[in-house]
């Protein structure tokens, strides 16, 4: 199964609402997940199952979608959001979309 | 909260075998229904999930890497170990240790540092 991620980059100011999208090539149910990663460290569980939040994960990260059409939204970016996000399927093998990176305008 | 960290050579010849260790501290390898997990980065930044061991030492890997991966745990040092053999500059990357979501398998909710491996003569 294919992740692709949307778009590549996103350029936001602090306050912005993010709005990241995660097609699968066919569908994965509920199974998905998003990431996020800081240069320098490991990757971050932020969301499973497409909606529930991981421990310790700020209220301002939401996920949604189902099928084939998954969205992360991050209600008000704060200076620490500003990282690359991954998506992460379970259904076949256990593959990961390219990435969508959020920098600050 | 478990953590992880990786250890191992940073630099393999080509053709010869790749070899990590994950040391968990925090949690046991033989805690009841755990995946862990061994995943790469590649420098242009792709994810590759290599494969996992169970806690009862069942494993799966990814079918693309060929057979050439194999997935040990070591439960007296509360270790799990990696070796990929035949390896080229393809298998350049930082290779991650990482524990599943308990209650959502599959998931990698726990991750080591990564270590940097470079496949180069």
């Known amino acids: 199964i294919v992740l692709t991620q949307s778009p590549a980059t996103l350029s936001l100011s602090p306050g912005e609402r993010a709005t990241l999208s995660c097609r699968a090539s066919?569908?994965?149910?509920?199974?998905l997940a998003w990431y996020q990663q800081k240069p320098g460290q490991a990757p971050r569980l932020l969301i499973y199952d497409a909606s529930n939040r991981a421990t310790g994960v700020p209220a301002r990260f939401s996920g949604t979608g189902s099928g084939t059409d998954f969205t992360l939204t991050i209600s008000s970016l704060e200076p620490e959001d500003f990282a690359v996000y991954y998506c992460?399927?379970?259904?076949?093998?256990?593959?990961f979309g390219p990435g969508t990176k959020v920098d600050i305008k | 909260q478990v953590q992880l960290q990786e250890s191992g050579p940073g630099l393999v010849e080509p053709s010869q075998t790749l070899s990590l260790t994950c040391t968990v501290s925090g949690g046991s390898v033989s805690s009841r229904g755990n995946y862990w997990n061994w995943i790469r980065q590649y420098p242009g930044k792709g994810l590759e999930w290599i494969g996992y061991i169970y806690y009862t030492g069942g494993t799966y890997y990814n079918p693309s890497l060929k057979s050439r991966p194999t997935i040990l745990l070591d439960t007296s040092k509360n270790q799990f170990l990696l070796k990929l053999t035949s390896v080229t500059a393809a298998d350049t990357a930082v290779y991650y240790c990482a524990k599943d979501l308990d209650g959502a398998n599959n998931y990698f909710a726990q991750w080591g540092q990564g270590t940097l491996v470079t496949v180069s003569s």
């Open positions: 066919q569908s994965i149910g509920s199974y």
């Open positions: 992460q399927q379970r259904t076949n093998l256990f593959t």
